[in-house]
């Protein structure tokens, strides 16, 4: 079975969110699913597969994270949707089915791809007991993201609290069913982008995720209001960084961004 490594969210290789993506004919037991994330070992792999023509979606989509199956991920979505259009598996607007209802990414002229996702419903809610403590910053504000992420999205003080946030792994996976989203405004819009953002799922095996998609589906509406703009770009600030413009329609937010294939090989088992 031919797998790749795709950078998303990224127009150069070595930066973005790298994704596994297998093109199969149809989907093996679940573990044997996991034990291909895990020795993938980025923080999704994800495996797709062609449907009957004449139904709502043309390939069944799922994503795996090295210890368990997720409900929803944005780069790995790219990353797929990328590969089907560069090596003409599909052409055009793909729909995929998956736990989150039917997502469609669209290929754009300049190169990058859309993604047509449900926005996450943004609920406020007290930060929970000893989470200063364990991100190190103080939350100003705290928000269950809903069922498809399952994230805490917290804003903090400024960009630099975002930028230097080393936070206790442990006992940060404590506070949410998948992981934290941690946001502030841009110091300076001029650079290019209107917030930064950082992710943290040690609950699923992702300490640190380089760039997260379906977190903006919850950072979108979020900054959507505060900024008064529909159309916004954001800068996940990890290690490899990326940039994510969104662009948020009621229930449902687009997420615009390139990606690039950096390693072409084969399971051998």
């Not at 928000?143 to 917290?154: V, Y």
Request: hydrophobic share 40%.
């Amino acid at each position: 079975m031919r797998i790749r490594i795709v950078d998303a969210f990224t127009d150069h290789p070595f930066a973005g969110n790298p994704a596994g993506v297998m093109l199969l004919d149809a989907f093996p037991d679940d573990t044997r699913l996991q034990r291909i994330a895990l020795e993938v070992n980025h923080a999704e792999t994800a495996f797709t597969h062609p449907l009957p023509k004449g139904g709502n979606a043309d390939w069944a989509l799922r994503w795996f994270t090295p210890a368990a199956e997720v409900a929803m991920c944005g780069h790995a979505t790219l990353a797929t949707a990328h590969v089907l259009h560069t090596t003409g598996a599909h052409t055009g607007p793909v729909r995929f089915a998956t736990l989150s209802g039917v997502l469609i990414a669209t290929p754009r002229e300049d190169g990058s791809i859309t993604l047509d996702f449900p926005t996450a419903p943004l609920t406020r809610v007290e930060p929970p007991a000893g989470l200063t403590e364990a991100l190190g910053a103080e939350p100003l504000t705290a928000f269950d993201t809903g069922p498809n992420i399952n994230d805490l999205l917290i804003e903090v003080a400024d960009e630099k609290t975002v930028l230097g946030l080393s936070p206790d792994l442990k006992a940060l996976a404590a506070h949410s069913e998948r992981g934290i989203i941690v946001t502030a405004r841009a110091d300076n819009p001029a650079d290019g982008y209107d917030f930064v953002s950082r992710c943290f799922f040690p609950r699923i095996g992702i300490d640190e995720d380089p760039v997260t998609g379906s977190a903006h589906t919850a950072l979108a509406p979020y900054w959507s209001e505060r900024l008064g703009r529909n159309d916004l770009t954001g800068l996940q600030a990890s290690a490899r960084s990326g940039l994510v413009r969104t662009e948020l329609r009621g229930d449902r937010t687009l997420l615009t961004g390139r990606a690039i294939t950096t390693i072409d090989g084969e399971l051998l088992v």
